[in-house]
């Protein structure tokens, strides 16, 4: 639970990025996601998530997303946590998470639920702290940067990575990837894109765009 007042709340804006800014190369090593996903309708979640070091597996293994990559897993997870989450309204949304047992949530994720795979890249930009996901398999080569605050996401200086904002475009949810991959509608996203231009919304406050990400 949050200490900010906000409780089971997580507060976050996300953002389209073409591909990895070279400023990821600076930070530590990535962290391995697999998230399996035992509920996803209507905005509501129920995931049961488990992180490992990205230079535990290859990968060739990892964006494989299979039972083989959970037997490679095993003994490497470094955290495991289960999650409910509420639809987004306004860049927030209800999230309340349990800390796992690594052995019974990696075998949880084995026996069931839509998957999603990524390497996640932590940087520290201007006064906020950024995360970049990298989605592999079907999700490949989608990268979205997020920041996440203790509270809302106003007033937020925007990396010069960021091409798009899509906080509110349900869609790019990890939930909604499990179970419509981007690369389904990869074409139909390009397309948008080109027609309407590069949007931003508006409703945070003042945006300061072209953050420098030069590492």
Partial sequence: MSDTGYGDFEFERKFFVRQLPAV?????????????????????????????????????????????????????????????????????????????????????????????????????????????DEFLGANAPLVVAECERGGPVTDLAIPDFCVTEVTDDPRFANDALAGAPFATWRERFDAELAARGPRFLEEFGHNEMGLSSDA
């Fill in 24 to 132: 990821v190369h600076t930070e530590p090593e990535p962290v391995l996601i697999v998230q399996s996903y035992f509920l996803a309708a209507e905005g509501y979640a129920l995931r049961i998530r488990v992180e490992a070091p990205a230079g535990e597996l290859d990968r060739a293994a990892a964006a494989a997303a299979d039972d083989a990559l959970l037997t490679a897993l095993a003994g490497k997870v470094s955290f495991c946590e289960l999650t409910a989450k509420g639809p987004y309204i306004g860049g927030t949304r209800y999230e309340a998470e349990r800390e796992l047992d690594p052995n019974v949530g990696l075998q949880m994720v084995r026996l069931g639920g839509q998957r999603v795979v990524k390497y996640r890249h932590s940087v520290w930009l201007g006064s906020d702290g950024w995360v970049l």
